[in-house]
């Protein structure tokens, strides 16, 4: 080394040299890796390969066999005379494996009854097949001289039924001439008053409703006590009604009519034909 701190140039080269060669450690034979012990037994392969065959066998013999066959079919959600409709339509299914059933096409033939709003299906192993249904309740009765139908919110005539039954519900009348077959709609001039009837099953009047019609200036329903709530056009129908079910505990022994054709201003008055003297501006909270 001279004098300054500086180094020889054989003592730099040495230097690079030395810092360049890395020795890397050789692997021994104990440390490599055995790639035969990752490689199954043929016995594994063999016991692997019945496992499987018995598994997809026994689901074959299964479809093919009595061992999951459907002996009962269960609704359930739905009042008895629909569950015995929804029975009559699967009925053909009892025999059928449980494993073969196909559940889409079930429910798409549960739907189409027009007493159904939705199913599902489900398989209770080993014999049982559930049918859960939603059901269309019916909102009032359309009556034809001595027929009746009970009808849905929907415009729907969903079944027929005695004239006198289900007295709870209101009464649409039509004309003779009018053709009603259960599972199709009414006709569609009709449409506005089965919308009343589900207006009127979900704002509770008090006092039972005897019937609901049509006339020129809008849609009329008849209580019992004969007062009747004029609607006028089917527009905010909710709206009106539940402007008449806070309206008519308010109203005087001898009031006819209530109008809430202009639901922000009812009017009850005490004779059906006229609205000059005796009308009666009823003030409400709807």
């Given amino acids: 080394m001279a004098g300054g701190g500086r180094t020889e140039p054989g003592s730099r080269r040495h230097a690079r040299a030395a810092s360049a060669v890395v020795p890397l450690p050789r692997p ?3 440390d490599r890796l055995d790639l035969a012990r990752l490689v199954p037994s043929g016995r594994s392969l ?5 496992i499987v ?3 997809f066998g026994s689901y074959w013999v299964a479809r093919a066999t009595a061992v999951f066959s459907v002996q009962h079919i269960e ?7 629909v569950a015995r409709q929804v029975e009559r339509v699967t009925r053909t299914l009892v025999g059928t494996s449980l494993l073969n059933v196909d559940a889409a096409a079930i429910e ?26 939603a059901p269309v309740w019916p909102v009032g009765v359309a009556r034809r001289g001595d027929d009746a139908w009970l009808v849905s ?3 729907r005539a969903l079944r027929k039924i005695a004239p006198r039954a289900q007295p709870g519900l209101p009464r649409l009348w039509l004309p003779r001439k009018v053709t009603v077959e259960s599972g199709r709609p009414l006709p569609t001039v009709y449409q506005e008053v089965t919308r009343a009837f589900a207006g009127l099953r ?16 809008g849609l009329v329903v008849v209580l019992h006590s004969d007062v009747e709530i004029r609607l006028g056009p089917s527009s905010d129908l909710l709206v009106k009604l539940a402007v008449a079910a806070e309206v008519v505990p308010l109203l005087d022994d001898g009031m006819l009519y209530l109008d809430v054709s202009v639901p922000e201003r009812p009017i009850a008055s005490a004779y059906l034909n006229s609205q000059v003297e005796s009308e009666t501006t009823m003030s409400s909270k709807p």
């Fill in 28 to 30: 021994s034979a104990g």
């Fill in 53 to 55: 065959s018995l598994t």
């Fill in 153 to 155: 919110g929907s415009n």
């Fill in 46 to 50: 063999l016991v692997a390969f019945a």
């Fill in 75 to 81: 609704v359930r959600g739905a009042p008895p005379e």
């Fill in 108 to 133: 798409g033939s549960v739907r189409a009854l027009p007493s159904v709003a939705a199913a599902s299906i489900d398989r209770a192993f080993p014999h049982t097949l559930v049918i859960r249904v």
């Fill in 202 to 217: 979900d704002t509770n009047i008090p006092g039972r409703v005897k019937a609901v019609r049509t006339t020129p200036s």
